[in-house]
């Protein structure tokens, strides 16, 4: 028999569980190439033989013709053993290091959607329908390469017809992993609050009985619990808030499909295309008056806010509930208050009982938490605020330069945790993690490690943690480094957020020096103080503060973060001393904010220098002036409760309101932003009738103007063409698109965040980069 020249081509990027070996497969016999394809660590690894010009064109194929979920990052080719294929396969997937590459979970495709709404359809009505188009995958990924013997679909074995579509190339099932149907895969099951149990149809049917009388229904989706109720039924609403002692934190809402969330918001394009996307996420949409609609939706999804989280159906279960209901479902993370969502039955039974009123599971296991992805468009752009279902663990590419950098684990914060992998020119953000508030925190975050350590085979050079000494997550990274025997390197946490917009953006490691404006809640400082809203030189490698906002007091330290009137105090008290302050919120009429406080005890911890670190706080200032126009509440039960409300009232101006003045000085060489003149005129403005919602747009325009003001001199000082917009407090959309339209209108460029979340979420990206240039420059 002839032989025939053979390749190896080696493609990486993101390219298992996307059916890019079924693509591949279609490519060679349409070129009459043979050969073989397979997973390969953390790569697909082809074997073709043919004549040259096939070979190429195979090759330029992969490229510009890939699967809509797959994203190739390189082809390698090199000379293979002359080989006598007959045909082209696929084959079992081989050993191999793996560093990236796994696919996020995927919403329901249109062609199984349609599927399972078909009388005729082998899977109609199967809440467990997919293709290689959709469905999940990290979700129930247990190891790699990517094959159904790694996942928790193994124990399912597929019955004849299903084997018929895995194994048929013209099927869009054709080794689709998680593929099931009515007669091999998962089957639902509903137990109720009395213990009762039912399975298959019947329990579906239960569940939307209890729904359609005002229950509470605990919901096993992709990566965890919801709990589900009826979003147009102030009642079931309320209730959920008492049990779930969750008085006012906003409540996400699935919407049937996007016809439906385009009655009850005000939707962009750009909305629209976010709501759709194969992620899924939530997408923060604002709402418009529904009262007209029946039935409107519930006031207390969102008190006091103008914005909605919504969602449209990502799982065939979500597309067949909201199909037989007649209204929208509020979609609450399962859990009990503080505690992170549950994703395993028997926790779920337990930890929900008092929450739930039954339970829709299913015998799928789930193999790791994954919380709903939230996005926003703001300046035109969808930015990711929390990393999660969908979009976790997609890798970040890095710069060429980083392709030798050291592998780096790094820790994040203690909101919203996050870890990040750095390995192969490769930065891995894990998905959200919860709250470091508790002592099982410091477990759940040690178990995700390991489990994305066995999956991507990392081996530690070093830990980054944030500068703060008092972090729980540091404490962790700390042991993590004695027990390991590994460098520690901690990292400045407004440093690290300018250094994950720099990596989010894929700037190397020469592109020089960038301006960071930094808006942030509390981050601890290079000189031992507390900073939160700065003015940066930066580079992956250092960092310099050039400005800052005025420092006040913080009185009662953890207790300002959750009472803004502190905050007001003591930001008036600094800006015109205890006398005149109090003279001045009088005349103001808003002398009933601090009345009734203890407001002698903590001017004596004030002066005494007791338990009231000075900050220089953009989320403190927020807190204060939302107490000053009566839109805080007395205590926040949610972080940025105060600041959302104060954006939410600023939103409600008509016409362009009037900046509220600040005044730049020089403080020990740093140019200080200070509010001073800023309280005087709000004051003044209150006192002569103005609405509080003109004053709420004109702080939110005058912090923008003079921090861009400050940021585009200092640009233009130095010689940078870019500034960094970054920290916490950048997702309040008014603030941010004020920032960006006047560093855009001095000429300049803006890198803001995209695929990392602006707050804290985000942090370890930046810490990871930073301590591996450390490294790097070490050596």
């Given at each position: 028999?002839?032989?025939?020249?053979?390749?190896?081509?080696?493609?990486?990027?993101?390219?298992?569980?996307?059916?890019?070996?079924?693509?591949?497969?279609?490519?060679?016999?349409?070129?009459?190439?043979?050969?073989?394809?397979r997973?390969?660590?953390?790569?697909?690894?082809?074997?073709?033989?043919?004549?040259?010009?096939?070979?190429?064109?195979?090759?330029?194929?992969l490229?510009?013709?890939?699967?809509p979920?797959?994203?190739?990052?390189?082809?390698?080719?090199?000379?293979?053993?002359?080989?006598?294929?007959?045909?082209?396969?696929?084959?079992?997937?081989g050993?191999?290091?793996?560093?990236?590459?796994?696919?996020?979970?995927?919403?329901?495709?249109?062609?199984?959607?349609?599927?399972?709404?078909?009388?005729?359809?082998?899977?109609?009505?199967?809440?467990?329908?997919?293709?290689?188009?959709?469905g999940?995958?990290?979700?129930?990924?247990?190891?790699?390469?990517?094959?159904?013997?790694?996942?928790?679909?193994?124990?399912?074995?597929?019955?004849?017809?299903?084997?018929?579509?895995?194994?048929?190339?013209?099927?869009?099932?054709?080794?689709?992993?998680?593929?099931?149907?009515?007669?091999?895969?998962?089957?639902?099951?509903?137990?109720?609050?009395?213990?009762?149990?039912?399975?298959?149809?019947?329990?579906?049917?239960?569940?939307?009985?209890?729904?359609?009388?005002?229950?509470?229904?605990?919901?096993?989706?992709?990566?965890?619990?919801?709990?589900?109720?009826?979003?147009?039924?102030?009642?079931?609403?309320?209730?959920?808030?008492?049990?779930?002692?969750?008085?006012?934190?906003?409540?996400?809402?699935m919407?049937?499909?996007?016809?439906?969330?385009?009655?009850?918001?005000?939707l962009?394009?750009?909305?629209?295309?976010?709501?759709?996307?194969p992620?899924?996420?939530?997408?923060?949409?604002?709402?418009?008056?529904?009262?007209?609609?029946?039935?409107?939706?519930?006031?207390?999804?969102?008190?006091?806010?103008?914005?909605?989280?919504?969602?449209?159906?990502?799982?065939?279960?979500?597309?067949?509930?909201?199909?037989?209901?007649?209204?929208?479902?509020?979609?609450s993370?399962?859990?009990?208050?503080?505690?992170?969502?549950?994703?395993?039955?028997?926790?779920?039974?337990?930890?929900?009982?008092?929450?739930?009123?039954?339970?829709?599971?299913?015998?799928?296991?789930?193999?790791?938490?994954?919380?709903?992805?939230?996005?926003?468009?703001?300046?035109?752009?969808?930015?990711?605020?929390?990393?999660?279902?969908?979009?976790?663990?997609?890798?970040?590419?890095?710069a060429?330069d980083?392709?030798?950098?050291?592998?780096?684990?790094?820790?994040?914060?203690?909101?919203?945790?996050?870890?990040?992998?750095?390995?192969?020119?490769?930065?891995?953000?894990?998905?959200?993690?919860?709250?470091?508030?508790?002592?099982?925190?410091?477990?759940?975050?040690?178990?995700?490690?390991?489990?994305?350590?066995?999956?991507?085979?990392?081996?530690?050079?070093?830990?980054?943690?944030?500068?703060?000494?008092?972090?729980?997550?540091?404490?962790?990274?700390?042991?993590?480094?004695?027990?390991?025997?590994l460098?520690?390197?901690?990292?400045?946490?407004?440093?690290?957020?300018?250094?994950?917009?720099?990596?989010?953006?894929?700037?190397?490691?020469?592109?020089?020096?960038?301006?960071?404006?930094?808006?942030?809640?509390?981050?601890?400082?290079?000189?031992?103080t507390?900073?939160?809203?700065?003015?940066?030189?930066?580079?992956?490698?250092?960092?310099?503060?050039?400005?800052?906002?005025?420092?006040?007091?913080?009185?009662?330290?953890?207790?300002?973060?959750?009472?803004?009137?502190?905050?007001?105090?003591?930001?008036?008290?600094?800006?015109?001393?205890?006398?005149?302050?109090?003279?001045?919120?009088?005349?103001?009429?808003?002398g009933?904010?601090?009345?009734d406080?203890?407001?002698?005890?903590?001017?004596?911890?004030?002066?005494?220098?007791?338990?009231?670190?000075?900050?220089?706080?953009?989320?403190?200032?927020?807190?204060?002036?939302?107490a000053?126009?009566?839109?805080?509440?007395?205590?926040?039960?949610?972080?940025a409760?105060?600041?959302?409300?104060?954006?939410?009232?600023?939103?409600?101006?008509?016409?362009?309101?009037?900046?509220?003045?600040?005044?730049?000085?020089?403080?020990?060489?740093l140019?200080?932003?200070?509010?001073?003149?800023?309280?005087?005129?709000?004051?003044?403005?209150?006192?002569?009738?103005?609405?509080?919602?003109?004053?709420?747009?004109?702080?939110?325009?005058?912090?923008?103007?003079?921090?861009?003001?400050?940021?585009?001199?200092e640009?233009r000082?130095?010689?940078i063409?870019?500034?960094?917009?970054?920290?916490?407090?950048?997702?309040?959309?008014?603030l941010?698109?004020?920032?960006?339209?006047?560093?855009?209108?001095?000429?300049?460029?803006?890198?803001?965040?995209?695929?990392?979340?602006?707050?804290?979420?985000?942090?370890?990206?930046?810490?990871?980069?930073i301590?591996?240039?450390?490294?790097?420059?070490?050596?």
């Open positions: 028999m002839e032989t025939i020249e053979t390749e190896i081509l080696s493609v990486t990027g993101l390219v298992q569980g996307v059916g890019f070996r079924p693509f591949v497969w279609r490519l060679a016999q349409r070129l009459g190439l043979s050969g073989t394809v997973n390969c660590g953390n790569a697909v690894e082809i074997v073709v033989c043919g004549p040259l010009d096939k070979r190429d064109a195979l090759a330029e194929a490229r510009v013709e890939a699967p979920r797959a994203r190739v990052e390189g082809v390698t080719r090199i000379q293979g053993s002359p080989s006598n294929y007959m045909d082209f396969s696929i084959a079992p997937s050993p191999g290091e793996v560093t990236a590459g796994i696919v996020p979970d995927l919403a329901t495709c249109p062609a199984c959607c349609a599927e399972i709404f078909d009388p005729g359809a082998r899977r109609y009505h199967y809440a467990f329908t997919n293709c290689t188009d959709c999940p995958r990290f979700s129930i990924l247990s190891g790699l390469p990517y094959d159904r013997a790694h996942t928790t679909m193994a124990s399912f074995s597929l019955c004849l017809a299903c084997r018929a579509d895995y194994e048929n190339p013209a099927d869009r099932r054709f080794h689709a992993e998680p593929i099931a149907c009515p007669d091999c895969g998962p089957r639902l099951h509903f137990v109720g609050g009395d213990g009762q149990d039912y399975v298959g149809n019947q329990a579906f049917e239960v569940a939307l009985a209890l729904l359609r009388c005002g229950g509470i229904l605990a919901l096993k989706g992709i990566g965890g619990y919801h709990l589900a109720c009826d979003a147009t039924r102030e009642d079931s609403v309320q209730l959920l808030r008492a049990r779930k002692h969750r008085p006012t934190k906003p409540l996400a809402v919407m049937r499909d996007l016809a439906t969330a385009a009655r009850y918001c005000a962009t394009q750009e909305e629209r295309q976010a709501l759709v996307d992620s899924a996420p939530i997408v923060l949409v604002n709402r418009q008056d529904d009262s007209s609609l029946a039935p409107s939706l519930a006031p207390s999804l969102s008190p006091g806010l103008d914005r909605l989280g919504v969602l449209l159906p990502y799982t065939p279960l979500h597309h067949l509930l909201l199909d037989a209901l007649a209204f929208p479902l509020v979609m993370s399962g859990n009990r208050s503080g505690a992170p969502q549950v994703f395993e039955d028997d926790v779920a039974l337990r930890d929900l009982a008092e929450i739930a009123d039954g339970w829709l599971m299913h015998d799928r296991p789930i193999a790791r938490r994954l919380d709903d992805s939230v996005v926003m468009v703001s300046a035109g752009a969808k930015r990711v605020l929390r990393r999660g279902r969908g979009l976790a663990p997609e890798p970040f590419l890095l060429e980083f392709l030798k950098a050291p592998p780096i684990l790094a820790l994040g914060a203690d909101l919203k945790s996050a870890f990040c992998l750095i390995q192969g020119g490769r930065a891995l953000l894990s998905h959200h993690l919860g709250d470091f508030n508790d002592p099982d925190s410091a477990a759940t975050m040690d178990a995700a490690i390991t489990d994305y350590s066995a999956l991507f085979t990392h081996r530690l050079a070093a830990i980054a943690i944030d500068l703060h000494p008092d972090y729980r997550s540091a404490d962790l990274g700390r042991r993590l480094a004695h027990d390991r025997s460098p520690l390197i901690a990292v400045q946490h407004h440093h690290a957020h300018v250094a994950a917009v720099m990596a989010d953006h894929g700037l190397p490691r020469s592109a020089g020096p960038v301006i960071g404006i930094v808006l942030d809640g509390l981050g601890f400082g290079d000189d031992g507390i900073w939160g809203a700065e003015i940066l030189l930066c580079d992956y490698a250092r960092s310099r503060r050039l400005a800052r906002l005025r420092p006040a007091p913080m009185p009662g330290s953890d207790r300002a973060s959750l009472e803004p009137w502190r905050n007001l105090l003591a930001s008036l008290d600094a800006a015109f001393g205890p006398q005149e302050s109090m003279s001045r919120l009088h005349a103001a009429g808003r009933p904010v601090l009345a406080r203890k407001i002698s005890a903590l001017r004596a911890m004030i002066k005494a220098g007791f338990n009231a670190p000075l900050a220089s706080s953009a989320g403190r200032l927020f807190d204060a002036m939302a000053l126009l009566g839109v805080a509440p007395e205590i926040q039960t949610f972080e409760e105060a600041a959302m409300t104060l954006e939410a009232l600023a939103r409600q101006a008509s016409g362009e309101a009037s900046n509220l003045p600040f005044l730049v000085t020089e403080v020990d060489g140019k200080e932003i200070d509010p001073e003149p800023m309280w005087a005129a709000a004051l003044h403005r209150l006192g002569a009738g103005e609405a509080p919602l003109m004053i709420a747009a004109g702080f939110h325009a005058g912090l923008a103007a003079i921090f861009a003001q400050v940021a585009v001199d640009a000082r130095q010689g063409g870019q500034i960094v917009l970054a920290g916490g407090v950048m997702q309040n959309a008014l941010f698109e004020a920032l960006t339209a006047h560093v855009r209108a001095a000429g300049l460029g803006v890198l803001a965040p995209l695929r990392a979340p602006a707050n804290d979420g985000g942090l370890a990206l930046g810490q990871a980069v301590a591996s240039i450390r490294l790097m420059e070490a050596d």
